[in-house]
C-alpha cells in the first residue's frame, strides 16, 4: 500500500499495515475456500460428473462445510509421535506459504512490500516448506508417513533447482529481481513482449517444476493414495491435517500469481487498444488462467512413477534450463548491449 | 531510505500472521472440539492392522545423494542470482567465468549420472 510505505512509519501506520494484512489473509482464505470447490467442480465436470451440488445452491457452502467440520474434529496426535514437532510441522508448512505472498504486485500501485530482493526472498521462503513435509513425517513415527516425507522431500529438493535456475533468464532480461521491475521491463503495449515468449524455454521447464513443488497430479507421488496410504500428513487429523492442505492451496495462489507477474505480462494488457481495461482485471484473468491450468491437468494426466520423476528433473530440466541461462546471456552478449 | 525499512516492516507483518492463523486457529479449535482420547485412537496407523516393528524404519540411501546433489546446484543458484542482476553492467568476461563454473558443476551431474546416482532402483 503506497501512502503510508512512503513516510516514516508510525505505530498508526503499522497498525492500518496490520489491518490490511488480515483483510488480505481473508481474501486468500476465501480463495482457498473456492478453488477447491472450483478443482472439485471442473474436475467433475471433466469427467462427466456433477461434483459437488448438495451443501448450499449449487453446493458453494461444500468446503465451508469441510472446513468446519475439520474445525470440530477431534485431534488424535499418537502415542508413539514426536510431539512437539508433530505439533511444529503444520504451522512450518503454512508460514512460509502465506509470508512468500508479501512480495506480489498486482498491479502498479496495488501491491503489499516493494522488496529489491522480491523474487530471492520467493524462492528462499518457499524452500522451507520441505522442511516442514520431513519434519511431519518423521515426527509420526509411521512407515507410510516417514517414506512419503522422504519422497516429497527428494522430488521437491530436486524440482527446486531446476525452478530456481529457470527464472534467471527473466532476471537477465529485467536485470532486476523486484517483482514490479520484472513487469514494468514485460510492458511492449504487445502480448508477444511478455517473457513466456523470449523465455519460452523458461517457461515451460517452469510450469513443469512448479507443478511439481506444489505436489500436484501429475507429480503428486508425496500424497499418492493407492501406494503410500497418503504419505506425510497420514498421522494427522482435524485442524491440524487442514493446515498442510491449506498451504497447499495458498502455494497454488502464489504460483499462479508469481507465474503471471514473471512471464505473462503482471497487468500489461495484451494488445495496446486494449489498455482502457484496468490492469487489475487484466492481471485477475492471467491469474485464473492459470489455476484453471493447474486443475485441468490434474483431470488429464496420470501420475508418473518416482524413475521417471527423478530422471525427468536431473536429466531433462536441470540441463535445459542452465541451457536456457547461456542461451539467453549469450544474446543479450550479441544483440542488446 | 524510509521507504526500504517500511517494506520490511510488511514483510513482518506478513510473517507474523502466517504465525497467528495456526495459534489463533489451532486454539479455537482445542474450545470446538471434543478430547476423549482412547488407547486405539493413539495407535500408530497402519491401514487398520497391528503396528509392526518400528515407525521410523530404514530408508533409502539415494534420498542422501539426492540431498548432496540439491546442496552442490542450491549453491550455483546463489551465485547465479545476483551475476543475473549485475549481467547488463559486466562484460563477456563475466559470461565466459560463469559458463566455465556451470561446466564444472556439469561434469558433477554428468559424473553421478555416469555413476547411475540419478537412476531410481527400489531397494
Redesign the interface.
Known amino acids: 500500500m503506497p501512502p503510508w510505505l512512503n513516510e516514516p512509519l508510525t505505530w498508526g501506520g503499522a497498525l492500518v499495515l496490520f489491518l490490511w494484512a488480515v483483510v488480505f489473509l481473508f481474501i486468500v482464505l476465501g480463495f482457498v475456500t473456492y478453488a477447491i470447490y472450483f478443482e472439485r467442480k471442473v474436475i467433475g465436470w471433466m469427467q462427466l460428473r456433477v461434483g459437488p451440488n448438495r451443501v448450499g445452491p449449487f453446493g458453494l457452502f461444500q468446503t465451508v462445510a469441510d472446513i468446519f467440520k475439520l474445525l470440530v474434529k477431534e485431534d488424535t496426535i499418537p502415542r508413539k509421535a514426536d510431539r512437539l514437532l508433530f505439533i511444529l510441522a503444520p504451522a512450518l508448512a503454512y508460514i512460509p506459504a502465506f509470508s512468500v505472498l508479501a512480495v506480489l504486485p498486482y498491479t502498479q500501485n496495488l501491491y503489499f512490500a516493494d522488496l529489491n530482493v522480491g523474487l530471492l526472498y520467493y524462492v528462499a521462503l518457499s524452500g522451507i516448506s520441505t522442511l516442514a513435509i520431513v519434519l511431519g513425517g518423521w515426527a509420526s513415527n509411521n512407515k507410510y508417513a516417514l517414506l512419503g516425507g522422504m519422497r516429497s522431500a527428494a522430488q521437491m529438493i530436486s524440482y527446486e533447482v531446476p525452478l530456481v535456475i529457470s527464472v534467471v533468464g527473466v532476471i537477465l532480461l529485467s536485470g532486476s529481481l523486484n517483482l514490479r521491475d520484472i513487469v514494468a521491463a514485460q510492458d511492449g503495449g504487445w502480448f508477444w513482449n511478455w517473457n513466456f515468449l523470449p523465455q519460452i524455454i523458461g517457461f515451460v521447464v517452469f510450469i513443469i517444476a512448479a507443478v511439481s513443488e506444489l505436489n500436484r497430479t501429475p507429480f503428486d507421488l508425496p500424497e499418492a493414495e493407492s501406494e503410500l496410504v497418503a504419505g506425510y500428513h497420514v498421522e494427522y487429523s482435524g485442524f491440524r491435517f487442514a493446515f498442510f492442505m491449506l498451504s497447499e492451496y495458498v502455494y497454488v495462489y502464489a504460483i499462479a500469481a508469481l507465474t503471471t507477474v514473471l512471464f505473462l505480462g503482471g497487468w500489461h494488457a495484451p494488445a495496446p487498444f486494449l489498455d482502457f481495461v484496468p490492469g487489475i482485471v487484466w492481471f485477475l484473468l492471467k491469474f485464473a488462467v492459470i489455476v484453471f491450468f493447474l486443475f485441468w491437468i490434474r483431470a488429464t494426466f496420470p501420475r508418473i512413477r518416482v524413475d521417471q520423476l527423478m530422471g525427468l528433473g536431473w536429466k531433462v530440466l536441470l540441463p535445459v534450463s542452465l541451457l536456457n541461462v547461456f542461451l539467453t546471456a549469450v544474446y543479450l552478449e550479441l544483440f542488446i548491449k | 531510505m524510509?521507504?526500504?525499512?517500511?517494506?520490511?516492516?510488511?514483510?513482518a507483518?506478513?510473517?507474523a500472521?502466517?504465525?497467528l492463523?495456526?495459534?489463533v486457529?489451532?486454539t479455537?479449535?482445542?474450545l470446538?472440539?471434543?478430547?476423549?482420547?482412547t488407547n486405539p485412537?493413539?495407535?500408530?496407523?497402519?491401514?487398520g492392522n497391528e503396528?509392526v516393528g518400528e515407525?521410523?524404519?530404514r530408508?533409502?540411501i539415494?534420498?542422501y545423494l539426492?540431498?548432496l546433489?540439491?546442496v552442490i546446484?542450491?549453491v550455483?543458484?546463489v551465485f547465479?542470482?545476483p551475476w543475473?542482476?549485475?549481467?547488463?553492467k559486466l562484460g563477456?568476461f563475466v559470461?565466459v567465468e560463469?559458463?566455465v563454473f556451470?561446466a564444472m558443476l556439469?561434469v558433477g551431474?554428468l559424473y553421478?549420472?555416469k555413476k547411475k546416482v540419478?537412476?531410481?532402483?527400489?531397494v
Open positions: 524510509e521507504n526500504y525499512a517500511n517494506n520490511y516492516v510488511v514483510v507483518i506478513f510473517i500472521l502466517g504465525i492463523l495456526p495459534v486457529a489451532l479455537v479449535g482445542r470446538l472440539r471434543p478430547n476423549k482420547p485412537k493413539q495407535t500408530t496407523y497402519e491401514s503396528p515407525g521410523q524404519v530408508f533409502n539415494r534420498y539426492f540431498a546433489m540439491f546446484f542450491d550455483e543458484t547465479l542470482y543475473a542482476v549485475a549481467y547488463n563477456l559470461l560463469m559458463f556451470a556439469l551431474l553421478a549420472w540419478l537412476k531410481w532402483n527400489s
